[in-house]
């Protein structure tokens, strides 16, 4: 079965950098699109970035155009999302996704506090 596993999340302060990590398996992952979204309490879920079978990405929220970065490596079956100049607001929980298979994993929580 689909199984997306992130990592990489944690307590930084605020101007501080994490790479977020998702290992995938149970699917052909070089042949799928690949998202980030991120949920904070009591917000609903959006999208941060999506990454295209090819390597382009396809968009960034508004908010973190500049400081974050999504890539993909297939040899690894992994997607990343580099975060730089953490903000207090960019506080959630963070999740991968498949969008063409509708797959979600657990998510890994980032706060951002000094």
């Known amino acids: 079965q689909v199984q997306l596993v992130e990592s990489g999340g944690g307590l930084v302060q605020p101007g501080g950098s994490l790479r977020l990590s998702c290992a995938a398996s149970g699917f052909t992952f070089r042949s799928y699109a690949m998202s980030w979204y991120r949920q904070a309490p009591g917000k609903e879920r959006e999208l941060v970035a999506t990454i295209t079978v090819a390597g382009y990405v396809i968009n960034y929220a508004d908010s973190v155009k500049g400081r974050f970065t999504i890539s993909r490596d297939n040899a690894k079956n992994t997607v990343y999302l580099q975060m730089n100049s953490l903000k207090v607001e960019d506080t959630a929980m963070y999740y991968c996704?498949?969008?063409?298979?509708?797959?979600w994993g657990q998510g890994t929580q980032v706060t951002v506090s000094s």
């Open positions: 996704h498949v969008p063409t298979l509708h797959s």
